[in-house]
């Protein structure tokens, strides 16, 4: 037994340090974050855009994204905009409609499709075969992108001469429910952080929307696949196996905006559907082709992330139990207890994110948050459990249908209320 717990801490341990790694590094290579900064000056347009909106039961937030899509800073004859529909979705299609009778730009097309499957990146293809400009940029339904986010791509592609370019995604309303503050950190030390170690090594799980493709590199890789529900991390695998050049950005003035799950039971669907998308990954063995043994277990080990935090949760307890129950020697005793410490640090990092994140987006930082999300990390670590056992579930049973997720506008809602 204690062989297998020495093996176990050490496993855990790594882990717990690694995660760390993974929150801290836009802190730590602040050379590689420079590299990435935006611009402070723009280039001349150069490239064209082709913004693809997949929208499926929508009504109540399409109108205004198409809008912030449309006013965004670029000159129009460099963009469009590609909103997808399936015939049977009535009431997105008619809103959809309205909005475009409203704003009067040849620019804006509606694509209606009537085949199987109905997913996102089904729609994301069909969109893609419209498509006409350099650029293909993905936003979802929800979306509140930066009106000058077109000329920040436009300036990075061109001078880094990028294929893809990953540019910043932030929930926002921390304040909805008591598990809204752990989500939107989630986002924060992702799109800030985490992603900025992967550019570096060229491995790159990209995020479900703001990524900006070279139209002809999307198109040699086929699109999106549609039989993955995590289509956006599956693309960039296969970016990043065929070598093309991805670049990552984040800046707190220029994210696209969005909002958290409006339910505990939204939420584990949404997380069930990533958990599983990243089991399909694993699976299809693509990352395989990545050169270097440590870009593949790179890959490997974001895959199974979701698996091993909650492994590495109720580890941390029952290594607390066994060191005050168990007679075990001093040095066990002492590695037993570096997990649960750990474990500690994830949450003084996530308060100390909280209170970067307030900063940077001029947002109130009330005294009692600190302890909220203290004590809700617990109860949303449970969450984040229950939501991979749901798609390991799922994914053995050989059930594959695609959850979506609700939209309520909660972010736009927040931003007028704290404004």
């Known amino acids: 037994m204690i062989l297998i717990l020495t093996v176990l801490c050490f496993i855990f341990i790594f882990h717990g340090g690694f995660s760390l790694f993974w929150l801290l590094y836009a802190w730590q290579d602040k050379e590689q974050i420079e590299k990435v900064k935006t611009p402070q000056i723009f280039d001349s347009p150069r490239l064209s855009f082709s913004a693809l909106i997949a929208a499926r039961h929508e009504a109540s937030v ?80 929800e979306d509140q992108p930066h009106k000058n986010l077109y000329h920040i791509a436009n300036s990075l592609m061109v001078r880094q001469k990028l294929h893809v370019l990953q540019s910043g995604v932030q929930l926002m309303n921390y304040r909805s429910h008591w598990f809204s503050a752990l989500n939107v950190l989630e986002y924060y030390f992702w799109f800030k952080s985490t992603m900025h170690y992967f550019s570096k090594k060229g491995v790159i799980p990209l995020g479900g929307n703001t990524v900006f493709f070279d139209r002809s590199a999307l198109l040699k890789m086929d699109g999106w696949d549609e039989k993955c529900l995590t289509e956006d991390a599956d693309i960039g695998i296969r970016l990043s196996v065929a070598g093309a050049r991805i670049g990552v950005t984040y800046d707190e003035h220029h994210v696209t905006q969005e909002e958290t799950p409006s339910t505990v039971g939204q939420f584990i669907k949404q997380r069930s559907r990533w958990n599983q998308g990243f089991l399909e990954i694993l699976l299809k063995g693509d990352w395989l082709k990545l050169e270097g043994w440590w870009r593949k277990f790179l890959a490997m080990y974001i895959f199974i992330t979701p698996y091993a935090q909650l492994l590495f949760f109720v580890f941390s307890f029952i290594s607390v139990y066994f060191v005050f129950v168990i007679k075990l020697p001093i040095a066990l005793v002492l590695l037993l207890m570096i997990p649960f410490f750990l474990l500690i640090l994830q949450i003084l990092a996530l308060n100390i994110g909280m209170f970067l994140f307030c900063q940077a987006y001029k947002k109130p930082y009330p005294v009692w948050l600190p302890v909220k999300i203290s004590l809700s990390f617990f109860l949303y670590q449970i969450m984040l459990g229950i939501s991979s056992c749901r798609a390991f579930f799922r994914a053995v049973t050989h059930n594959n249908n695609w959850e979506k997720t609700d939209h309520v506008n909660a972010h736009r809602a927040f931003a007028k209320e704290v404004t």
């Open 62 to 141: 399409i109108e205004e994204t198409i809008v912030s899509v449309n006013s965004m800073d670029y000159p129009e004859e460099l963009k469009e905009i590609f909103v997808i529909c399936r015939v049977d979705d009535a009431e997105t299609i008619q809103a959809v409609q309205a909005i475009f009778k409203k704003l009067k730009n040849d620019s804006l097309h509606l694509v209606i499709f009537n085949d199987l499957p109905i997913n996102k990146p089904h729609a994301l293809n069909i969109g893609l075969q419209s498509a006409k400009n350099d650029i293909v940029v993905v936003f979802d339904a």
